[in-house]
């Protein structure tokens, strides 16, 4: 049973990171491409039936033409059947920035597009959005998860294996990093960065920026792990037969926290692409035109968005399945860690 | 919410006798100003947000929007600029005559008017209040306005109620810049004045009998980070036609209310009467429930807001920001600049951002600007081709993946700073670059909040292009000398500039020193329009759009006239009323 859960979200898991990896073959559009035509248009959903009430095997989107004198409210165009197509050849893109290829998933044919949850301020096609804008804030919880663990296991361990002055300096250090308001440090990194690095490399240091100062709580769950487990036989046992301080902490303490830090990636990763989320929707994050889930929920913090754009909203559940299945794999990490300890 | 009581017959006949018999004290000849607009009847209390609280009262210091919408209800200057003409007309002067050179103007002031705290008001007030304005130690902001030729006025009192202004050359706007000078009581403000602490005075704890003023309310209460209330002022001095002394209104409460879209979600509860300003997204929200939510919309039409690419041209950065340095020989090509104008679709934008409810610019004055607007000089065609014609003249060229490399060979790319925090900019500066990569040109939106960005671009001047807006102070072009002479204080393409750094720089600042010592209004906008024509055609700013003035109110508030100077809707507040019996709102 636990096995099988683990399997099924770690499944999830993969196969959403692999789509959006692939996100240039799920989007339908590229991410910048704007329909300055249609701003704001709401979803076009497939259809079986039209106007007339006549059955079709293949599902088709109507075109929408505006209503008149506004530019933002649209009407179905009857006239406008456009057909939904597998597999079609549009926009070229590269996959995973290498392999270059212009074969997308779906596509219509016809002079309109098909904006399954509508379209934003730019005209620009939310579903491509939102499925690029996980290439964003996945690598961000990613990114920032490994750095963090990375660095918490490090400190952990030399804290806990040494023990005295160097474990009450790095714990000290560790606290004051827990009570920095990492958000006023953020904004003020920010305004500091030059203007001319690319909107991915300032984003990629914030990232940084949030990975290194969450290192402190991993680091301390493993200076206890360390702490009990330097005593044990067999690591007294190898200090006998004569291994230096470095062996013993790579050979014998390290491996022992993997289990921890695994459960603990399991837990910041969601935090992370919250943290991104929330970054982005203060400005601070990744800069347009490039989407995240954060970029795209902050147009939906003005009235006229929230009063007649629903599907604005939308990008905020994006994140929803990845956190359940991030606790969920946590979880069952949690529990097999107990079980073989 | 409060509940307000209802105003029975007698405090309504009250309110009607009460003032008409305080402000004819002694019997004396008072100088009443009539207006002509639909009578109403007095009564009730508007509620209005605003973004911040005012960060003071006194008129000599306030710089901010909310400080200042706040003061210029209880105050009232000598010459007012009508909102909805644009041009002068007297308000505590009754008139003025000036010398044919237009260096000197001698003003009668009305007779028999009142502070709202019941002091009468002479020609001492107004000589009081300018010598504050112009004593150099206040560092009043409405200081720079009343020099002519670098040197301050000369302000004397002829008699009781006569007043003679005299610049050593001649000033054009003259009358124009006595708007909005709030006239001070010098019976309470001198003995401040005098101890070196006019700055300090009229702040949010000070008590409201300690502050008075000559405008149509008075200060009742503050509840500070909460609302700030008005009363109406009793001793006001102008009445309708039927002779009934104005304000109608009550109260005018001033709610704080930070962000635009809160606002808009007050007004749609019914928590405030009035939204000052609109976006045009929130506009269009609004008109589908027009109807049902009883409120009327009002676009007033294009403001005097302008948007704009300003390129950094300043001298400084040379070996201080060496890649910014690199950048300005492109920056400094006038071909460049206007490639990618050409470039820009200024329709786009005006569609996009403002729902079409907005114009797009050649220079810096919009249509709304009914005396200054020159509707000759065309507004800048969307030509990506043209623009790509224009560069490949000024030696630029395109790469093997279509990027625009200069004659070194150096990728063309540049980042446009934002103010992150103004949606509408924001949305400008993604839609010019995804402009510019039309013709090649990668450009990176760097969006800061607004303090380290006008940081940049006022101080550091560490940046390579930026999108801003300015408002024009006034329907005139002499505040505009700050952003545009060579030594404005805001000549933002190159602050601190000790000499003009081109010939048509030169030629701007000649003509604007001009403009301002030409009596003649046909010859002042001759020369101004030759200013204009020169900005389109060098384009060291990139004017881009300018939004209409927005606004909304309450069915039943009766008299609103929008206009697109501030404050929009509250302009004329001594003339709004309520259409239904007082005491209801």
Known sequence: MKQRKLFWTAAFLVGAHLMAGLAGFFAPYHYAAQDRLHPYASPSLPHLMDCSGKIHLRPFVYGIRNKQGSFTDYQPDCSAQMPVHFLVTGEEYSLFGLIPSSLHLFGVSGPGEI???????????????????????LLAGGLAGVLAVFAGVIVGTISGFYGGVVDEAAMRVAEIAIAVPSLYLLLAARSFL??????????????????????????????????????????????????????????????????????????????????????????LGIGEPFPSWGNMLAEAQQY????????????????????????????????????NL | MRSIRPITPSFLLACLLLPASLARPEGRQQDLLKVSVPVGHPGGVLVVSQSSEPKTLNPVVAVDQPSRDVIRRMTADLVHINRATQKTEPALARSWKS??????????????LRFSDGAPFTADDVVFSFQVYLDEKVHSPQRDLLLAGGKPMR???????????????????????????????????????????????????????????????????????????????????????QGQILPYLNELIFLTVPSRDAQVVRFRAG???IITQVSAENYSALLADQQTGRYKLYDAGPGLEYNFLVFNLNDDVKGRLPAIAQKQTWFRDQRFREAVSLAIDRAAIVRMVYQGRGVALATPVSPGDKLWFDSDIPIPEYSPEKARKLLQAAGFSWNSSGALTDSSGQPVDFSILVNSGNVQRSQMATLIQEDLKKIGINVHVAGLEFRSATDRVLNSHDYEVALMGLGRGDADPTPDMSVLSSD????????????????????????????QVTPNYAERKKLFDRVQAILAEQQPMIFLASPNILTAARDGLENVRPAIMDNYILWNADELFWHTPAGKH
């Open chain 1, 115 to 137: 904006n399954l949850l509508g379209t934003d301020a730019f005209g620009r096609d939310q579903f491509s959005r939102v499925v690029y804008g996980a290439q964003v804030s």
């Open chain 1, 194 to 283: 030059p203007l001319e690095i690319s909107p991915l490399m300032a984003f990629l240091l914030v990232i940084s920026v949030i990975g290194l100062l969450s290192w402190a709580r991993p680091a301390r769950l493993v200076r206890g792990l360390v702490m009990s487990a330097r005593e044990r036989n067999f690591v007294l046992a190898a200090q006998g037969f004569g291994a230096s301080k470095s062996y013993v902490m790579r050979r014998h303490l390290v491996p022992m926290t993997f289990s921890v830090a695994l459960t603990q990636l399991a837990i910041l990763i969601p935090q992370f692409i919250l943290a991104e989320v929330v970054l982005s929707f203060l400005g």
């Open chain 1, 304 to 339: 006229h968005v929230l009063a007649s754009c629903w599907w604005m909203l939308l990008p905020g559940l994006a994140p929803v399945p990845f956190f359940v299945a991030y606790h969920a794999l946590a979880d069952a990490l949690q529990k097999k860690t107990k079980v």
């Open chain 2, 99 to 112: 010398n044919r050179e237009g260096s000197q103007f001698t003003v009668e002031l009305r007779r028999g």
């Open chain 2, 155 to 241: 302000v004397e009192k002829l008699g009781p109620y006569t007043v003679k202004f005299s610049f050593v050359a001649p000033y054009a706007p003259a009358e124009r810049v006595f708007d909005s000078l709030a006239i001070l009581p010098r019976h309470l403000l001198e003995q401040g004045y005098k101890a070196g602490k006019i700055n300090q005075v009229w702040n949010l704890t000070t008590s409201a009998e300690k502050i008075a003023g000559l405008g149509p309310f008075r200060l009742k209460q503050v509840l500070p980070g909460e609302k700030l209330v008005l009363e109406r002022n009793p001793y006001y001095w102008k009445t309708d036609s």
């Open chain 2, 271 to 273: 928590e405030t009467q």
């Open chain 2, 488 to 515: 404005g204080d805001i000549h933002l393409w190159n602050m601190g500039e000790k000499t003009p750094a081109t010939p048509w720089e030169a030629e701007i600042d000649r003509l604007m020193r001009k403009q």
